[in-house]
């Protein structure tokens, strides 16, 4: 998080970090300020000095979602300049991300949802939004290259790449991690492919 440390202090990225690490290997039910304090060896009192609820430590999980995703699809993107070959990346390199983070972001914007919480709501759907204004951007990129169709609805495009990379999370979350989240992508993007795509 190193552009955050100005406004974020060094323990409590480490409670945030804590907190992913327990999301991944426990679940988000057993995301307590206990737990937390558990796991980093200090009093629960210790950790409410940085943070007042669990709805905080969302809010800063929602926060580092939103920087190292969006960073993820920028430098996946910035590796070529065709702008099919710049969505092939991003899917990919999208995977990865959760791969790595076991599915952290997606269960977030589940607990997000189940926790009725207006403020969080919002926050997360910026994130969305920002990452859809990625994709539909390279889609307007793709037209001006003449590789994408003039016709395509950009907004439904964009949404349907977001919800390709979400489908595949949620049926790997759901069998245990048990395959590689990249088994299917080249397939799946295929038939995105040839939904926008000039013929």
């Known amino acids: 998080m190193a552009e955050d440390k ?22 988000i039910e057993k995301l307590t300020i ?21 709805k905080e430590i969302i809010s800063l999980l929602i926060e580092d ?36 983070r076991k599915g952290v972001s997606f269960i977030v914007i589940n607990e997000t949802l189940n926790l009725q919480d207006k403020i969080l709501k ?6 969305i939004h920002k990452y859809l204004k990625e994709i ?3 889609l307007l990129e793709g037209v001006e ?3 994408i169709r003039k016709d395509v609805d950009f907004v439904s495009a964009s949404i349907a790449f977001f919800g390709m990379v979400q ?9 245990g991690f048990r395959y590689s989240l990249k ?6 993007f295929d038939i995105y492919k040839k939904g926008v795509m000039v013929k």
């Open 122 to 127: 919002r926050k997360m759907l910026k994130v």
């Open 65 to 100: 979602i939103e920087r190292t995703l969006l960073n993820t699809v920028r430098d996946a993107a910035s590796k070529t300049r065709d702008p099919v070959n710049k969505l092939e990346n991003i899917l990919a390199s999208h995977l990865s991300y959760a791969e790595q």
């Open 145 to 147: 290259a003449e590789k």
């Open 167 to 175: 489908s595949m999370v949620t049926l790997w979350v759901l069998s």
């Open 183 to 188: 088994k299917h992508y080249l397939e799946l």
């Open 136 to 138: 539909k951007s390279i």
């Open 34 to 54: 206990h737990e937390i304090a558990k796991d980093l060896g200090v009093t629960d009192g210790a950790l409410y000095r940085h943070f007042k609820s669990k």
């Open 6 to 27: 100005a406004k974020y202090t060094d323990k409590q990225i480490q409670i945030v970090e804590s907190a992913r690490s327990i999301i991944s290997s426990k679940g």
